[in-house]
């Protein structure tokens, strides 16, 4: 897909690898709609640095547990850009608590956040991708969601069902040429892993990850791009952890 003129929606879109996306996106000329769950104004530099590779840049205000939220988001881009090519669903958090100590709660938001939002964006955005020849969905899912990690049963088990999500999806939205996939990031330096201690972020790196470092929001936003990119992709899944899911020992 060349992205020139392309319409994107990022949700997440204003941190971390949302954000990285959202530039990488731009600077391929695509126009960039970023959704944000938090009345908060966008970084001025962020809007700066989206809109100076010549496309336009949108921010929005919406709720994607909320279904009403994922369908108002979506339509206000099309209302405004006249068309939607690109989904990146990079929205989420943590949700600490092991199998016992997850609340209820707890566990029912973050199947709504990471999941359920999955099946009423896609519900929304499929329409209009089909009326453009097509389109392409990725959704961002986890390392921990490839392995069982303690302490993090809810999260552990909604980013793994986003791989067999982006599968399905992927098989039934190839006739209209809207393919879908999955990246699983490892641990990423983003907001979400500020609650580290520096203790752990040190076990990440000198004894988890065998390349021993973390990785750039950036390294994940150039993998989503390429994916997008890519037209004979569809319904798979990329991790990049830096080799940390593949090891044994």
Excluded at 42 to 48: D, G, K, R, V
């Amino acid at each position: 897909m060349d992205l020139q003129g392309k319409v994107c929606l990022v949700t997440g879109g204003t941190s971390g690898i949302g954000a990285a996306t959202a530039l990488a996106l731009a600077s391929r000329g695509a126009h960039v709609a970023s959704v944000s769950r938090r009345a908060v104004p966008a970084p001025e530099s962020l809007l700066s640095a989206l809109e100076s590779h010549g496309g336009s840049a949108r921010f929005l205000e919406a709720d994607v547990a909320d279904p009403a939220g994922c369908r108002s988001c979506v339509d206000q881009v099309v209302k405004h850009f006249g068309r939607l090519d690109v989904l990146v669903h990079s929205a989420g958090g943590p949700v600490p608590g092991g199998f016992c100590a997850v609340t209820d709660e707890a566990w029912m938001n973050a199947f709504a956040v990471h999941v359920h939002s999955v099946f009423h964006l896609t519900r929304a955005s499929a329409p209009h991708m089909a009326k453009e020849d097509g389109g392409a969905i990725v959704l961002l899912g986890s390392a921990a969601g490839l392995r069982g990690c303690l302490g993090a049963a809810a999260y552990g088990v909604v980013k793994g069902a986003l791989p067999q999500f982006a599968r399905v999806l992927a098989r039934e939205l190839a006739d209209q040429r809207i393919r879908v996939n999955c990246v699983s990031p490892g641990v990423i330096r983003t907001p979400f892993h500020d609650s580290l201690t520096p203790e752990q972020a040190a076990n990440n790196i000198q004894n988890r990850i065998p390349l021993h470092k973390e990785g750039k929001p950036a390294d994940v936003a150039g993998l989503i791009v390429s994916v997008v990119e890519n037209e004979f992709i569809t319904g798979e899944n990329f991790v990049i952890d830096g080799g940390m899911t593949m090891r044994i020992v």
